[in-house]
């Protein structure tokens, strides 16, 4: 994910974030130079130490307040309603049950807050899902889990979430990889 082509997606979707941040699946903390001054504390979750570690390697580039937590965002440990932007860069594809996390995702942000995305999943052309289906099982081993056919716009909405802003199209690269998913949105 540190592709340089990547830091244009970052560069229109991590800035918008604002207030109390909460971004799941941190990872080695790509986007904490990409977060304005808007935003006043920023929680990193992820299942891995060895990329939190990394993280917290990169947070100290940065002057807003970082804090990190080990764990799964199908239970995410805070309460409800008390974070004001939600990010997820890349990571919807990977998470085993991502339908409840992203209804944890919902409970733990204010009604007024917002999801703000960029993934990868499932594209409209057939022939290209064809591939992305037949890859899948064999690219979950290899890639860490990721799904290469999530309808990442179906599973945010049937999270309870409506879109304020969805762009879709692929990104250059092999089209069962490259269809993108970047907006935002508010629960309902």
């Known amino acids: 994910m ?10 229109r979707v991590v800035p918008a974030a604002e207030g ?17 001054p808007n935003v006043h504390q920023v929680i990193g979750l992820d299942p891995s ?21 080990e764990g799964s965002a199908e239970r995410i440990p805070l309460e409800g309603a ?5 990010v997820t860069t890349w990571t919807l594809c990977s998470i085993p049950a991502v339908l409840d996390a992203l209804h944890e995702m919902r409970r733990v942000l204010r009604p007024t807050g917002r999801l703000l995305f960029v ?33 990442i716009r179906v599973l945010i909405e049937e999270a309870g979430f409506q879109f304020d802003r969805l762009e879709t199209g692929y990104m250059r690269g092999p089209k069962p990889m490259a269809f993108m998913y970047e907006g935002s949105a508010r629960p309902m």
């Open 119 to 151: 993934e990868h999943g499932q594209a409209p052309d057939p022939n290209v899902r064809w591939w992305q289906d037949r890859l899948t099982p064999l690219w979950r081993r290899i890639g860490g889990g990721c799904h290469l056919n999530r309808a």
């Open 20 to 36: 109390r941040v909460l971004e799941i699946g941190i990872g080695s903390g790509l986007n904490l130079p990409f977060y304005s």
């Open 2 to 11: 540190r592709q340089k082509n990547l830091a244009a997606y970052r560069n």
């Open 49 to 69: 130490p060895k990329l939190l570690a990394m993280a917290r390697r990169t947070s100290r580039s940065t002057s807003r307040l970082v804090e990190f937590i």
């Open 82 to 86: 008390s974070t004001d932007t939600i």
